[in-house]
C-alpha cells in the first residue's frame, strides 16, 4: 500500500529493544523525554568538538541511557578504542561527566558514562552513513561513496545492505533519489534483525537524506 515504518521500531520487541530504559508517570514523561534528547545532543556536540579521532572509523554508534531514582547509566557506543577519547585530556571521561551533570542540572542524581567499543564499526549504519557523508562533502561520486560503503560492509560479515540517497545529487537541479542493494534485505519480516539508520548531510548544492539499511542475523 506504501505506508512506511521505520524498520527499528517495527521490530521492537522481538529483535529489536529500546535505546532508552526508564519509567515515569504520565505527567512526567514528556520532561523525561526531553531530558533524554538534551543528554543525547550534548553527548554529540561535545565528542564533535573536543575529541581528535585518529581512526578512520570516526563517530558515536549509538548512545543507550537508563534511569534509575538516583543514577542515570549512559552507555555510549563508539567504533574506535576509548583510549583516542582520553588522550592529551587529564580529567577526560570524569570532566565529561560533571559538565553533563551540570547541563542536566542534577542534584539527587548522579551521572554515570561508560564507552564501549564496537567490535566491527563498518557494520553499524550511523558510522557508514557518516563515512558516505564525509565522502559526498569532498565532491566524491555518490556512486563511488556508496560501493566503497558496500565494500566496507562485506567485511563486517553482514548479510545484506541497502543503501539510498535522495535530494539535489551531483548539484543536478532537479532533486532525485537513487539506491544500490547487496545481498538480502528483507524488510517484511520481523524476525530478520535489520539496523538502520538516517542521516542528513549538509553539501554546497543543498541537503541530501542519507538511508542505509543492514540485514545482520535471522532468528
Known sequence: MGQKINPL???????????????????????????????????KAY?????????GVEGIARIEIQKRIDLIQVIIFMGFPTKLLIENR?????????????ELNCVNRKCNIAFERISKPYGNPTILAKFIAGQ????VSFRKAMKKAIELT???DTKGIQIQIAGRID????????WIREGRVPLQTIRAKMD???HTVRTIYGVLGIKIWIFTDEE
Open 136 to 139: 559526498l562533502k569532498n565532491r
Open 154 to 156: 562485506e567485511q563486517a
Open 90 to 102: 587529564p580529567l577526560g571521561i570524569e570532566e565529561f561527566q560533571k559538565n553533563l551533570q551540570k
Open 47 to 55: 565528542v564533535q568538538k573536543n575529541m581528535r579521532i585518529s581512526s
Open 9 to 43: 521500531g517495527f521490530r521492537l520487541g522481538t529483535t529489536q529493544s529500546h535505546h532508552s530504559l526508564w519509567f515515569a508517570q504520565p505527567k512526567n514523561y514528556a520532561e523525561g523525554l526531553q531530558e533524554d534528547q538534551k543528554i543525547r545532543d550534548y553527548i
Open 196 to 198: 538502520y539508520c538516517f
Open 171 to 178: 548539484g543536478k537541479e532537479i532533486a532525485r533519489v537513487e
